[in-house]
């Protein structure tokens, strides 16, 4: 089952900040963050793993809270270059298929 | 240059017409995988090889087989198309499971 992405879609202005979360209704183990711009394959930005901390990645950042089964990832001070649609990807404890959620689409404008 | 190389890029074909896309990665990378996407459901994974000969269903595996006779190389087969598998495919790898995936260019295909 897709793990559930929200919001579907968001505008900023440059300099906003930005959440993104991803909501699993299985355990999980991983969670995985990725970015696609417009015609582009999708990029890798970050893992999370089951007991691991939050990580960081210039600007963005991510959380993992495994008892609610939900990731968040935080973009601070957006840039225009943030504009892409963002997945996440969960992999819960029993199996070794990664699981992209529909993803939210992020316009960054000047 | 580190890279996973999908073949071809576009492919417009007729139902029922058998096509093989193929996908190639230079990392050596164990882990490889099959992704389809579509507009509003994101990626969905078709199939997934942990290593040589060994691969396993994703969600969306109807209608398709693969192969993985060497750690590089890991191809899509659709014995028969049909219109409903028209979508952009995208191949991955990773060092292992748990790893960050890198992604080939795509395929988009079209099946009339």
């Known amino acids: 089952q897709q793990p559930v992405q929200s919001p579907q879609a968001v505008i900023l202005r440059e300099g906003e900040d930005a959440v993104i979360n991803c909501s699993s209704s299985k355990a999980l183990y991983s969670v995985h963050w990725y970015r696609q711009k417009h015609g582009e394959a999708p990029v890798f930005l970050m893992i999370l793993l089951k007991g691991g901390e939050q990580k960081g990645h210039e600007k963005i950042s991510a959380s993992f809270n495994e008892k609610k089964q939900q990731s968040s990832l935080y973009l601070t001070a957006s840039q225009l270059s943030y504009s892409g649609t963002y997945f996440c990807?969960?992999?819960?404890?029993?199996?070794?298929?990664?699981?992209f959620g529909g993803g939210t689409r992020l316009m960054v404008k000047p | 240059e580190a890279q996973v190389t999908q073949n071809p890029r576009y492919l417009i074909t007729v139902t029922g017409k058998k096509l093989t896309v193929t996908c190639s990665q230079n990392?050596?990378?164990?882990?490889m995988s099959w992704y389809r996407q579509d507009p509003g459901l994101g990626l969905r994974q078709i199939y997934y090889?942990?290593?040589?000969?060994?691969?396993d269903k994703g969600d969306v595996p109807e209608g398709y087989k693969v192969s993985r006779k060497e750690k590089r190389n890991f191809p899509l087969i659709l014995e028969s198309p049909s219109p409903n598998q028209t979508s952009l495919y995208f191949c991955?790898?990773?060092?292992?499971?748990?790893?960050?995936?890198?992604f080939g260019d795509g395929t988009r295909l079209s099946i009339l």
């Open positions: 991955a790898s990773s060092l292992v499971r748990n790893q960050p995936q890198h």
């Open positions: 990807g969960t992999e819960d404890n029993a199996g070794n298929m990664l699981t």
């Open positions: 090889s942990m290593n040589v000969e060994v691969t």
């Open positions: 990392m050596n990378h164990e882990y």
